[in-house]
């Protein structure tokens, strides 16, 4: 049976909330997992369509669940898909060449490459923790990722698992760390920032 109701006592980091039905009656549970569109995440007070069940203890919960006027994201997924697969291979091609003609050493590239390479599975390991209730990432972490250059990583994740790339407070710190890490890399390609690196290293 499809039902209406608006989205009620919704908990963004644990991924589960509560429908108030249109016509009254008993609050019924909802997991983001249930949600038809999985490029949109609820914040509250959303009116929705959902399928009515109720589980083995006779719990009601929403399944099926769309939000009312909502239209399919399959172009908008593909794009934001594209654009993150783009920007990223464009700077860490950037970095290689950086590398190739030595202006940067290669523990650098060594660096973000591996930090992307961990943030992806970080991303990919929330969003699993997030489907089946389970104990997340701190969003904490995400960020420190993408501050030592395992941004590149994250922004594939999210346009690809569309995860996190909703979140408006989350993407506001996420560009922040962004914006701080490429800072940091236009300073070590700088003269000071060449002669402070080579000093950590201990080149001569």
């Given at each position: 049976?499809?039902?209406?109701?608006?989205?009620?006592n919704w908990?963004?980091?644990?991924?589960?909330g509560?429908?108030?039905?249109?016509?009254?009656?008993?609050?019924?549970?909802?997991?983001?997992?249930?949600?038809?569109?999985r490029?949109r995440?609820?914040?509250g007070?959303?009116?929705?369509?959902?399928e009515?069940t109720?589980?083995?203890?006779?719990?009601?919960?929403?399944?099926?669940?769309?939000?009312?006027?909502?239209?399919?994201?399959?172009?908008?997924?593909?794009?934001?898909?594209?654009?993150?697969?783009?920007?990223s291979?464009?700077?860490?091609g950037?970095?290689?060449?950086?590398?190739?003609t030595?202006?940067?050493?290669?523990?650098?590239?060594?660096?973000?490459?591996c930090?992307?390479?961990?943030?992806?599975?970080?991303?990919?390991r929330?969003?699993?923790?997030?489907?089946?209730?389970?104990?997340?990432?701190?969003?904490?972490?995400?960020?420190?990722?993408?501050?030592?250059?395992?941004?590149?990583?994250?922004?594939?994740?999210?346009?690809?698992?569309?995860?996190?790339?909703?979140k408006?407070?989350?993407q506001?710190?996420?560009?922040?760390?962004?914006?701080?890490?490429?800072?940091?890399?236009?300073?070590?390609?700088s003269?000071?920032?060449?002669?402070?690196?080579?000093?950590?290293?201990g080149?001569?």
């Amino acid at each position: 049976m499809r039902c209406h109701g608006k989205i009620t006592n919704w908990n963004d980091e644990r991924g589960f909330g509560f429908i108030t039905p249109s016509d009254g009656g008993r609050r019924v549970f909802v997991h983001i997992k249930s949600f038809s569109n999985r490029q949109r995440r609820p914040t509250g007070n959303e009116l929705v369509i959902y399928e009515l069940t109720a589980d083995s203890q006779g719990r009601l919960q929403g399944k099926d669940v769309a939000f009312v006027g909502d239209r399919a994201p399959a172009a908008h997924s593909f794009r934001s898909g594209t654009f993150s697969l783009t920007l990223s291979a464009l700077f860490l091609g950037f970095l290689s060449l950086t590398v190739l003609t030595g202006k940067l050493p290669f523990a650098i590239f060594a660096l973000d490459l591996c930090a992307s390479a961990s943030a992806f599975l970080a991303y990919a390991r929330d969003k699993s923790a997030a489907r089946n209730d389970r104990w997340r990432t701190p969003e904490s972490t995400l960020h420190i990722f993408g501050l030592i250059g395992g941004w590149p990583g994250a922004l594939v994740a999210q346009g690809l698992l569309h995860h996190k790339s909703k979140k408006q407070s989350f993407q506001i710190v996420f560009w922040v760390t962004v914006i701080a890490n490429c800072s940091v890399l236009i300073w070590l390609l700088s003269p000071s920032g060449s002669s402070a690196l080579r000093y950590l290293l201990g080149a001569t």
